[in-house]
């Protein structure tokens, strides 16, 4: 069996815990506006001149999202008319169940009760296009077509780890992942999808100090709305998702956080706008008109005078159904992280349009890259798709599109980037990520499942 088989059916192991137990949402839950609010799209944004020759070929479209802040673009977008603004009037913004119900619903599309798009962790278009995680092995062509949002994500751990030295870096708390798996209670951790960045940061954070995520520790699929009940069950360790989730345990004092990701890699990438391609190429404008309300969703979420008003919009019932203190603090970069450490810095808060490298919205072919090399680290990916990237990321990310939307409405020529390259990333581990050469990116790590 192939390195390429085997891993979809390591994955559909992994995944068919969470997967298994959902319902697969056909349409999914259409949102009207918040009931907390009362707002209205027809009172907030008011509906620009659109250019005939923009007009878009279609009104209606069905995005997919998961109940973290990743999704706020769209949910703002919907909520404050900025689709309306453009001539979407009929997009249904769905909550999934979980990852799994996205992916499942990507595939069979909006024609068969699914979805045309939405919110993806990364690499899920390419892996979707490749058909790596699809029934069958069956590939389904996506575009990639802006990055959401820019931190927000945190790794949470059970109160019972206070005090054991657990922090962003592990290295005086290594000798406890070894006594527990030495015991046969091997460190539990869980992460909301399998081969995607929350998986790669929990990854990530572990083995910069030495411990190995497949061998030392014990890894587990849990959908993000579930993290809370599941902590307070006793039996998980640690969590790796989206806030408000990661906050939530710390508000409800079952944990703490040990680290955010933005203190493991500063304005790192998040999760992502995408569309099958079958739709965008039916509907080139309409796509630029979605891609168009997103960015002004963006804009409008990155003024912190907004940020109360977003809270209240996304905590209601039909959303995140949570108090909407509980995103207040992040919103702001005030993480009270549980033990004894408080972060007030609003370059650690969460970024939807412009953070302090530059544009956020962009889909850097660079980032791409980064998720597609970490993915043949672990052995998701063989390693000859490294030599693939290229033509696997020119294929999926449409950053053209994305530029034919900001100038159409108007940004700034300084927003739109020049490269598709961010340039060299740097960890918090000191390991350095250069897009020109993955191969001795990989070559620095220690632990890793391919052989460079």
């Known amino acids: 069996m192939s390195n390429f088989s085997s891993s979809r059916r390591r994955f559909l192991i992994t995944a068919g815990a969470s997967a298994a137990s959902s319902i697969l949402l056909k349409g999914c839950l259409g949102n009207p506006p918040d009931s907390i609010t009362g707002r209205t799209t027809a009172q907030t944004v008011a509906p620009a001149k659109i250019d005939p020759a923009q007009a878009p070929e279609t009104t209606k479209v069905k995005l997919g999202y998961i109940p973290i802040v990743e999704a706020a673009p769209l949910i703002i977008a919907k909520e404050k008319g900025f689709f309306d603004k453009y001539g979407m009037t009929d997009v249904d913004v769905s909550k999934q169940a979980n990852w799994g119900s996205m992916r499942d619903n990507t595939e069979i599309g909006s024609a068969g009760g699914g979805v045309d798009g939405g919110q993806y962790q990364m690499p899920m278009p390419h892996l979707i296009t490749e058909g790596i995680i699809t029934k069958g092995n069956k590939p389904v062509p996506m575009f990639l077509l802006a990055q959401l949002i820019t931190h927000g994500n945190g790794i949470a751990l059970a109160n019972k780890h206070k005090g054991k030295g657990i922090g962003t870096k592990l290295d005086q708390s290594k000798a406890l992942f070894t006594q527990l798996k030495g015991a046969n209670t091997p460190f539990t951790a869980a992460h909301t999808f399998p081969q995607v960045n929350q998986d ?6 572990l083995a910069a100090s030495g411990i190995d995520p497949d061998t030392d520790i014990k890894l587990l699929t849990v959908p993000a709305a579930q993290t809370v009940a599941n902590m307070k069950t006793g039996t998980m360790d640690a969590f790796s998702t989206g806030d408000p989730w990661p906050y939530r345990i710390v508000k409800d004092q079952i944990g703490f956080l040990a680290t955010l990701t933005a203190e493991m890699w500063r304005n790192h990438p998040e999760e992502y706008l995408a569309i099958r391609a079958d739709w965008v190429d039916k509907n080139p404008k309409a796509t630029k008109a979605v891609l168009k309300g997103i960015m002004d969703a963006q804009q409008w979420l990155d003024n912190f005078d907004n940020r109360q008003e977003a809270a209240q919009i996304l905590a209601g019932r039909n959303y ?51 998720f597609i090399t970490e993915s043949v680290r672990w052995g998701f990916m063989p390693k000859e798709m490294l030599g693939k990237a290229k033509e696997i990321i020119d294929k999926v990310n449409r950053e053209d599109i994305w530029k034919e939307a900001a100038k159409e409405m108007g940004v700034a020529a300084d927003d739109i980037p020049s490269s598709t390259s961010r340039g060299v990333e ?20 220690k632990i890793k499942r391919v052989q460079i």
């Open 200 to 205: 790669f940061w929990l990854r990530y954070w």
């Open 426 to 445: 740097e960890f918090f581990d000191g390991i350095k990520f250069d897009p020109e050469k993955p191969e001795e990116y990989l070559k620095s790590l």
């Open 320 to 370: 995140f159904n949570l108090p909407a203190e509980v995103l207040m603090s992040p919103f702001q970069g005030k993480y009270n992280m549980g033990d004894g450490r408080v972060i007030d810095d609003k370059k650690l808060a969460t970024y939807y349009w412009k953070d302090e490298k530059g544009s956020v919205s962009y889909p850097y072919k660079s980032h791409d890259l980064w």
